[in-house]
């Protein structure tokens, strides 16, 4: 095989999954990065960057390699992608996302889940685009960014960090970034990102970006793409579309011209599916307009009247009305709702119905809402608003704006008027006209034609545009109205005139009459005519609004030549030349034959938007003002009165002409403050936001055409001259306006002196200076002014715009002058005169170019820190102050590091700027970082500037070295000035740590400030061991302070870095390491440092620096938890014993744990390192190793506690709690024990085991005494609050045990609190009314137990076999109380679902140790019966099922469970014969129940059952089955039969059971007998029940047939006479069976079981024949015994029995009393055979007292001689059959029951009766 080599290329993705089939593979999943270290034959060794420990070979063919940047850090190198940076950042958030988003599919959050999925896709494919290299610079740019916004937006939906960019959108490297910087960068991307969030999320549909872009850019537009128009027109169509106010009733674009062909598309075929246009220059007020619309107004071209026939030649060409089309748009232009290019809006025709429809009227009416002809025809468009002129439209949106796409701008100026938009377009709106018919019997029909002439009356070709999109013309021809004499056309078209032609052209108008005819339409000519010039007299242009023509007639020829009209009048009403009137107007020459009309009108309206042409004559007089030099002072004045908008178009001709005035009248000062208003009027203009974009033509201008180079004296003469007005407190208006204007007059004033100085090589610079000087001193005595009025306005005006002209004068003055003026110019302020203006005002010189020279910023820092540190302490402007003081510090930083940066070139330069730098940090430190901290203590939390003041403060610890903190330190006066610093930084630390003022996210502000937190931290502490640990200059508290302080900030969440992703976790290791590591070795230093001084911090100490050992790192574990060992011995040598750290150590580590510190590592570092510890010292070795042991048993409970402590199945939880209090119990923490007693009765509650939580109450209960004593422990919960003595606590608790027992149906358990209350109300307190309360409850449980129904529940054993599961489960067995009704599958579902993995057990045999050992999850469960116990306590009393079957249910402590087996050959056909039983006892660590529903099992028992002792039991149960079922049906007839039949069926059918048979061949047999002689008795037993079951049966038969139903008397009578064949054959073999009756002489409530105390006076009465005498009245049991068998109830168990319920008796004659007695056979009397015969004999000869016998069985009677039966019983009882059983099983022990005088007797049965008697019996 080749040898493995290292390999170039060092990083690649697995594009396939490789799974581990082998040891050395190295698993890959795809998408997972490789480091390769080496290759060999198509094969990779290396590792994953997901676990770099493991390493291994995988397949070359796998792995798409990567380009990649080695680094080698120390002995290791480490491959980084060589991607472009962006690329990278996408790859690690889609990684982030991806484990995101598979957890938001889990958790069924879809909505999110499908967004997140579509982001992820989106920069999928983002991240291609930027791969591929293909893209251009400007789309490169905007991908960039919008990547970034995705990317932002997504880390904030999911939580995760948030990321701060540069504008480049670059990652912000805060090793290169100041702390102030970075906090603002994460303030604006916050913002940002809130934003784009509730834009998400707002409920109000916006247009895309409108929220961004439209606020933004000054421009609008409106894009409009037609899809179709359909419209039977059948001739050819002019489609003009524009945007109309309806406020305004205006259109307020130009048109959009569409030429129609009569069969249905566009006239020019490349237009189809591209007629597109674009609404420009639309601004906010546009958008914002209360309605906009969408007209198009329809224009046929052709015949004069559609339903005009062909027969005749008609007239053709004709612009007739046919409709218009109307849409609101306004929810579009607003952003109200979604504007789509894809989407189509239709848009109906409203045809013209009259001749008098115009088109602007129909459009007022349809806007209007009126009801106009619609005939569904219309158009089809589509509409988008975008943002931005129109190149970054065309840029934005290539796809739907290109060069074809047709742009109709806007009627007049945008909103903001850009530099380079050069227009002269003049827009001629025909208004209206009215014409006398004349001669003609009708109105006429005018076409009105526009042409622009020039002054010979030549047309000037092309120049006139109906609308964007169609060609220009030379003629434009209005629409034609029929026979109208009131025309109205509101047509609009643009007029383009080259601007030099504009003087010398005009607008002429003529007026022709069109005739539907064409013969009659040729004929026509000219009727009139009307004309305007462009240009006035006075060289100023059209002024815009109607203009009222004049109409002139006259021959058609003359009317068209223009010297013929020129000479006359054109507009009505013009006041040069004043028009004569009517007839009398006369004009000599070639005007002679024009006269005016004076019945014809006709209107027009202009508006010119021209950028060269101008309609002020004030702006034009200005303009040639050397055409009249006697003006100038006006024209000067009346410029302040011309509109913004006409001084901006001429903008450089006014600067020109302004300064060509200032420099032509040098000689005097006659103009100077005109020209210097003037030029301030100008500047204030160009700072209007209708023209700021005109700021760079400003500053072009200033830096290439300007070229005054006198200017600058004028201009600073009279700027000085101004202020030095308003500093001698006279009136100058013009102050405030002129400072507004500063900026750009110093920009003139500075350029002017630099064109001087190159002109002149550099003279007069001495009285520049003194200028300059001059303006400043009286600018400094202008502040001084304690004035108010215009001086406080100026000062204001002052201080905004000062700073403004620091970056031009800068270069030209003196720094360190101009850093006095600027401190004399702030320092000459009154104090607290403008405090905001003057704050502002420092923060401006602060970001200037001049505070950046360290002469300039030295004596301005003189002036402002003093301010700050007042304003500050004082609370007074914070946002001002904070924002100036964020501004010296970002200057200090970029100072410092451009000081490093020079000191690399040039080291003498460098140390010096740099020295220069540290000063004024040194200077900013003392005077600032005090006063900040002191102002961040007093801060609310919620104040926000706390976190702006905090920000601050650690940027100046981030500038500050070694000697600053040493010179501070130094600094401080007194000792306990500099103790009082250090504990409020300390206190101001530790709580800025634990309460961070940063957002969680903010994860990158968050470590910077840690990092200098950590520096100071580690300063601070050389001076606490230098200062402050002598004896005499020790200060405890100071001490104290620092160590908490050091360990919260070691143990705080943003430096926990395994609670991290890794790619966030190695991104904080390589920017700023682990500072746990370095924190927690200062620590160790500090606590060794102290010497004797150790024991004042015990304990103290101890929850602290537990805190920082539980810190899961392990060099950091071991190098601080010898400190605990260290506090032992401090301790133990002072005391003797360590008890006080223990104590604490104990207290604290359970908190700790519980809050999720602390792990398994910990636990055997802690064991072995103090252990080791102990065994170097003898005299703790002992005590050492006791105190280990308890600490690791604690810590084992509580890992264990905490690991199930969030588990749905609070099961476990319940476990871990019971261990944890009974441990605590066990060391004697009594507080710590209640704690956790209360924390397991809130888990019962809450799972409504309310029994147990009862009991867990008691156990607290029971700590109290009946006292007045104090509460020692502290009590968790509402008892805690207002119960001081243990009386009132255990009564309350008491109250809430009883409710908690009533819930749980534990009514016993209630009556006993019950008791012991009643007695301490009744003899201590003597509270009756409280005794008569809970007598009342007592005597409702009572009722409870007897009326209400409870099922008994069922027990459950379960094992946890292997060695995964906890060790509090391992190997163990646990028995569990089920609950009411809890089915065994249900519960075994419950049981696995915290065990996913575990596998169960199907065998109930105790697993093998295979299993036991295993690593893997076993579980068992089966159904466990309670062992009866004690139940000789109940016997001899007639107690009712109800109370019984609850103490066969509760309190036991015992369960078995018997598995059968096979032993010995098998009989097919009898399975009882070799039918084994093995029967496992187990016994639980308390009793059932208790305080926890289950308790492990802590011994087990396991004995075998032979098939007979199982063929007895099997009986047995019958029996008791028999007897439980007749005495439900005696107390309750109303029960069904059914049960009761398929009881006894099932036991006399012989066709159906055949049990007795096989008992009787499996044991009866001889062969049996004689091998198995010592099972004799049981087999005597066995025969007994079998022949005791006869009269259980004829009772239950007797009762069947009582209420056997007619339709089954059949199954009854049937059922009868199995039973007598059955009857037959066990009498004559076993004997007869007599019961004995009980009369129950109570007649409150029926009893189901009658005791029978004294059973052992009965006596065997053998063959006696004689009537059965009456019973002796029971003996009342003493009150001892009463009470004994009262305690004895509470612990009483006995065997559970299936159906056993209180049920009402059958109704029986009352008079009746009776005993009956019963033959007992020979057979069962024989089970002793070892007792003598003559003790047989004796005991059989001896007479019974009673007159009845007791048979060795346990049953009472005598052999009777009468056939006839005696009366029926009111009421069978059991007690005879339960004393047999009991009885039984003695004899089946080789004990026989002593007769009445105390010898033992055998006796052999009689003979059965003859079956003729036996029958007579039923």
Not at 22 to 28: I, V
Not at 407 to 414: D, F, I, N, T
Not at 706 to 718: G, H, M, P, Q, R
């Amino acid at each position: 095989m080749a040898p493995w080599l290292p390999t170039k290329d060092k990083f690649g993705v697995a594009v396939w999954n490789f799974p581990r089939t082998k040891e050395h593979h190295l698993p890959l999943q795809v998408g997972e990065m490789v480091h390769i270290l080496q290759a060999s034959e198509g094969w990779y060794c290396g590792y994953s960057l997901r676990n770099r420990a493991a390493r291994g070979i995988f397949p070359a063919s796998l792995i798409r390699l990567k380009g990649t940047a080695v680094e080698q850090r120390g002995l290791e190198e480490s491959a980084v992608p060589s991607d472009m940076p962006m690329v990278q950042e996408i790859t690690t958030t889609l990684r982030e996302w991806a484990t995101i988003w598979k957890q938001l599919y889990v958790a069924g959050q879809t909505e999110r889940y499908g967004q997140v999925k579509r982001m992820m896709q989106e920069l999928m494919e983002q991240r291609s685009q930027l791969l591929s290299g293909t893209l251009p610079k400007d789309q490169l740019l905007r991908l960039r960014k919008e990547v970034t916004g995705k990317m932002d937006y997504g880390n904030k939906i999911l939580a995760l960090d948030l990321v701060v960019r540069d504008e480049d959108e670059n990652i912000l490297d805060p090793d290169r970034t100041s702390v102030i910087s970075l906090f603002q960068a994460h303030r604006r991307a916050a913002q940002t990102l809130s934003q784009r969030i509730q834009e998400e999320t707002s409920s109000q549909q916006r247009a895309p970006g409108h929220g961004t872009h439209g606020a933004a850019s000054p421009s609008h537009n409106l894009y409009l793409c037609v899809r179709n128009f359909v419209c039977h027109i059948g001739e050819e169509a002019q489609l003009f579309m524009a945007l109309y106010d309806p406020g305004e009733q205006r259109i307020i674009s130009e048109n959009y011209v569409i030429r129609w062909a009569s069969t249905g598309v566009p006239q020019d075929i490349e237009l189809l599916n591209n007629l597109r246009v674009v609404f420009t220059d639309l601004g906010s007020a546009d958008l914002k307009r209360e309605r906009l619309f969408l007209v198009c107004q329809i224009i046929r071209v052709g015949r004069m009247d559609l339903r005009d026939s062909h027969s005749r030649k008609l007239s053709t060409g004709l612009r007739r009305p046919f409709g218009i089309s109307v849409m609101d748009i306004t929810d579009i232009t607003k952003g109200t709702c979604d504007s789509d290019e894809d989407k189509q809006h239709f848009i109906p025709v409203h045809l013209v119905a009259a001749d008098g429809d115009f088109l602007h009227n129909m459009i007022r009416k349809a806007v209007e809402g009126k009801d106009i002809n619609h005939k569904g025809q219309g158009l089809w468009v589509s509409l988008k608003v975008l943002w931005g002129d129109l190149s970054q439209v065309r840029k934005d949106h290539p796809h739907l704006v290109d060069r074809s796409t047709a742009v109709a701008r806007k009627l007049g100026y945008p909103e903001v008027i850009m530099p380079g938009d050069v227009r002269n377009d003049i827009y001629l709106t025909l208004v209206q006209g009215e014409f006398d018919k004349g001669s003609k019997k009708t109105q006429k029909n005018v076409e009105v034609t526009v042409c622009v002439c020039d002054e010979a009356g030549n047309v000037v070709q092309n120049v006139i545009h109906a609308g964007a999109g169609d060609s220009p013309s030379s003629h434009y021809r209005s629409v034609v109205y029929y026979q109208q004499r009131h025309q109205r056309w509101m047509e609009t078209l643009k007029i383009a005139v080259p601007i030099e032609d504009v003087h010398r052209t005009h607008l002429r108008f003529t007026f022709r009459h069109r005739s539907s005819s064409d013969s009659k339409d040729r004929s026509e000519r000219i009727f009139s005519m009307a004309f305007v010039r462009l240009m006035r007299p006075d060289g100023t242009t059209l002024r815009d609004g109607e203009h009222d023509l004049v109409l002139y007639k006259g021959d058609s020829r003359k009317l068209e030549d223009a010297s013929a009209y020129l000479s006359l009048p054109w507009e009505r009403n013009a006041p040069e030349p004043k028009l004569p009137s009517g007839s009398s107007f006369r004009v000599s020459g070639a005007a002679a034959a024009l006269a005016p009309s004076s019945r014809d009108s006709f209107q027009i309206s202009t508006l010119v938007c021209s950028t060269k042409l101008t309609q002020n004559v004030n702006l034009l007089g200005l303009l040639k003002w050397r055409s009249k030099p006697s003006l100038l002072s006006g024209n000067l004045q009346k410029l302040m009165n011309v509109d913004g908008g006409e001084v901006i178009k001429f903008l450089q001709d006014t600067l020109d002409a302004l300064f060509s005035i200032m420099m032509e009248h040098s000689d005097t000062d006659v103009y100077d403050t005109l020209v210097f208003d003037a030029l301030v009027f100008i500047v204030r203009l160009v700072a209007d936001r209708k023209f700021q974009h005109f700021n760079t033509v400003l500053e072009a201008y200033i830096r290439q055409h300007f070229s005054a180079t006198l200017a600058y004296k004028k201009l600073l003469s009279v700027l000085t001259q101004y202020v030095e007005q308003a500093g001698r407190g006279e009136p100058c208006e013009s102050l405030p306006r002129t400072f507004k204007a500063l900026e750009y007059i110093f920009k003139f004033i500075v350029r002017s002196r630099r064109l001087f100085a190159q002109l002149y090589e550099g003279k007069e610079v001495a009285e520049f200076q003194r200028s300059l000087q001059r303006f400043f001193l009286a600018l400094n005595q202008l502040m001084q002014s304690p004035l108010e009025g215009p001086t406080l306005l100026s000062q204001g005006a002052a201080l905004k715009y000062l700073p403004t002209i620091l970056e031009d004068v800068f270069g030209i003055f003196d720094s360190s002058t101009l850093g006095a003026v600027l401190r004399d110019f702030v320092g000459n302020l009154q104090p607290q005169r403008l405090l905001k203006q003057k704050l502002q005002s420092l923060t401006d010189i602060a970001s200037s170019k001049a505070f950046q020279c360290h002469e300039c910023r030295e004596l301005v820092l003189q002036a402002a820190l003093p301010i700050l540190q007042e304003l500050i302490q004082a609370g007074e402007e914070e946002d001002a102050c904070i924002e100036l003081l964020s501004s010296i510090l970002e200057v200090l930083y970029q100072a410092q590091k451009s000081a490093e940066k020079l000191r690399a070139r040039h080291k003498d330069r460098g140390d010096m700027e740099l020295a220069q730098v540290k000063k004024h940090i040194q200077v900013i430190l003392e005077r600032l970082l005090h006063t900040v901290n002191r102002r961040v203590i007093v801060l609310d939390r919620e104040n926000p500037l706390r976190s702006h003041y905090v920000a601050c403060m650690a940027t100046i610890l981030s500038q500050m070295d070694k000697d600053h903190y040493s010179t501070y330190i130094q600094a401080f006066p007194s000792r306990p000035e500099l103790m009082d610093f250090l504990m409020e930084t300390f206190i101001l630390f530790k709580d800025l740590i634990g309460k961070t003022v940063y957002p969680g996210d903010w994860v990158v502000m968050n470590m910077v400030q840690n990092r200098e937190f950590l520096r100071a931290i580690n300063h601070f502490a050389t001076t606490l061991t230098e200062m402050f640990l002598s004896n005499s200059d020790f200060e405890l508290q100071l001490w104290n302070n620092y160590f908490h302080l050091a360990v919260a900030f070691l143990t705080q969440d943003s430096l926990q870095l395994e609670n991290f992703s890794p790619a966030k976790r190695n991104s904080i290791l390589a920017k700023y390491g682990d500072m746990r590591a370095t924190i927690g070795a200062s620590i160790r230093d500090m606590w060794y440092s102290l010497g004797q001084r150790k024991i004042e911090f015990i304990p103290g100490m101890v929850g602290p620096i537990l805190e920082m050992t539980l810190v899961p790192e392990l060099e950091l574990r071991k190098s601080t938890i010898p400190i605990f060992f260290d506090m032992m011995l401090c301790e133990h040598r002072l005391s003797g014993t360590f008890s006080r750290f223990e104590d604490e150590i104990l207290r604290r580590l359970d908190s700790e744990v519980e809050g999720g510190r602390g792990d398994e590592q910990y636990m055997q570092l802690f064991k072995s390192i103090l252990l080791s510890c102990c065994q170097s010292h003898p005299e703790l070795a002992k005590p050492g190793e006791d105190f280990v042991r308890l600490v690791s048993e604690l810590l084992e409970r509580l890992l264990d506690y905490r690991a199930v402590m969030n588990d749905e199945n609070k099961t476990y939880s319940m476990s871990c709690t019971v261990n944890l209090l009974n441990f605590y119990k066990e060391i004697d923490r009594q507080a710590m024990y209640i704690r956790y007693l209360y924390k397991l009765k809130d888990l019962h509650i809450s799972y409504e085991n309310y029994t147990e939580g009862a009991y867990t109450l008691l156990l607290h209960a029971r700590l109290l005494t009946w006292s007045e004593e104090s509460n020692a422990a502290p009590v968790p919960g509402p008892h805690g609050l207002h119960l001081h003595t243990q009386r009132q606590l255990k009564e309350a608790l008491y109250n809430q045990i009883i409710e908690y027992f009533d819930q749980g149906k534990m009514w016993e358990e209630a009556i006993h609190i019950c008791k012991e209350l009643a007695e301490q109300y009744e003899s201590h307190v003597f509270d009756y009314e409280m005794l008569s309360d809970i007598l009342q409850r007592e005597a409702k449980f009572y009722e409870k137990i007897l009326k209400v129904l409870r099922p008994s529940p069922d027990y459950f054993a379960v094992g946890y076999y292997g060695q995964g599961f906890p060790t509090f489960l391992r190997n163990k067995i646990f028995i569990y109380r089920g609950k009411e009704y809890e089915r065994r599958e249900d519960f075994e579902m419950q049981l696995l679902s915290p065990f996913p993995n575990a596998e169960k057990l199907k065998s109930t045999s105790p697993p093998g140790q295979d299993i036991t050992d295993s690593p893997g999850q076993y579980i068992q469960c089966f159904t466990v019966q309670p062992a009866e116990e004690a139940k000789v306590r109940l016997k001899g009393r007639s107690i009712p099922e109800q109370i019984t079957n609850f103490y066969k249910a509760n309190h036991i402590q015992r369960f078995s469970y018997s598995r059968p087996f096979k032993r010995g050959p098998s009989d097919p056909d009898n399975e009882f014969a070799n039918m084994w039983i093995e029967r496992t006892t187990f016994r639980t660590a308390y009793p059932l129940p208790g305080i926890l529903r289950w308790f492990v099992v802590t011994s087990t028992e396991t004995i075998i059952i032979s098939p007979l002792e199982n063929a007895i039991e099997t009986m047995m149960k019958t029996n008791e089955k028999i007897m439980s079922e007749i005495n439900r049906h005696q107390n309750d007839p109303s029960l069904p039969i059914n049960p009761l039949s398929m009881l006894l069926n099932g036991i006399v059918d012989p066709a159906v059971m055949g049990g007795f048979t096989k008992y009787e061949k499996a044991f009866f047999q001889e062969l049996y007998m004689q091998e198995h002689p010592e099972d004799a008795g049981k087999i005597e037993k066995l025969k007994d029940l079998i022949a005791w079951q006869i009269p259980l049966l004829a009772e239950g038969i007797r009762i069947h047939g009582q209420k056997v139903p007619e339709d089954l008397r059949p199954f009854h009578e049937r059922m009868e006479q199995c039973f007598e064949q059955l009857r037959a054959k066990v009498e004559a073999e076993y004997g007869v069976r007599e019961m004995m009756f009980f009369e129950d002489r109570r007649s409150g409530r029926p009893r189901s079981i009658a005791w029978v105390p004294d059973w052992d006076r009965l006596s065997h009465a053998g063959a006696s024949t004689e009537a059965p005498p009456t019973p002796k009245a029971a003996r009342r049991p003493s009150e001892s015994e009463e009470r004994r068998e009262s305690r004895a109830s509470a612990i009483f168990g006995s065997r559970r029995q299936d159906a056993r319920q209180s049920i009402s008796e059958l109704p029986e004659p009352k008079d009746e009393k009776w005993r009956l007695s019963c033959t007992v056979s020979d057979s069962s009397q024989s089970i002793d055979r070892k007792q003598p015969p003559g003790s047989q004999a004796a005991a059989g000869a001896q007479p019974s007292t009673a007159g009845s016998s007791l048979s060795p069985t346990g049953f009472g009677g005598r052999v009777k001689s009468a056939s006839k039966l005696p009366p029926l019983p009111r009421k069978f009882s059991p007690s005879v059959y339960e004393t047999f059983l009991e009885q039984s099983d003695a004899a089946a022990a080789g004990k026989v029951s002593p007769t009445v005088d105390g010898s033992r007797s055998l006796k052999s049965p009689p003979l059965p009766p003859p079956k003729s008697k036996r029958l007579s019996q039923l």
